[in-house]
């Protein structure tokens, strides 16, 4: 038998690229829910640290009292894949308070060959709003940590 006539291999050959190419689809479609899902959580829980900030400037706190109000917030809570989670930054304008949470995403696929952990940062925002004894909000437009 001629050696250019001989197709022994040729599928064995074509089984391994698309074998490849499956595995490389279905980590895809693994790692990509698993990050959306941390993402959102975080989201979740960025927001969470404002409102308690916000609530704590509110009350008559300052930065540091919400920055130790938001982490004792994030302690008692963790992300959805057990990962710790802290308060990066706090941010106030007004009656505004903005708190930048950061997290690690670590990979558990083949797609973590080329990177095994990814920061999630997350920014949630909460609007305080200071209400007089007849329950109507007051007209302040900041509170009083906050600059305008």
Excluded: W
Aim: glycine letters at 8%; a neutral charge.
């Amino acid at each position: 038998m001629n050696r250019r006539c001989d197709e022994r291999g040729v599928y064995a050959s074509f089984l391994a690229v698309i074998a490849s190419a499956l595995m490389l689809l279905g980590a895809i479609a693994y790692d990509g829910p698993r990050l959306t899902v941390a993402r959102q959580d975080a989201a979740h829980a960025a927001n969470e640290a404002a409102r308690v900030a916000a609530a704590t400037i509110a009350s008559g706190g300052t930065i540091d009292d919400a920055r130790n109000a938001a982490e004792q917030r994030l302690d008692k809570s963790r992300l959805i894949y057990g990962q710790p989670i802290a308060v990066g930054d706090i941010h106030c304008a007004g009656s505004r308070v903005q708190v930048t949470v950061v997290s690690n995403y670590v990979y558990r696929s083949a797609l973590g060959l080329a990177r095994d952990r990814q920061p999630i940062e997350a920014i949630g925002a909460a609007e305080a709003y200071v209400l007089l004894p007849n329950s109507y909000p007051s007209d302040l437009s900041f509170l009083g940590e906050c600059p305008l």
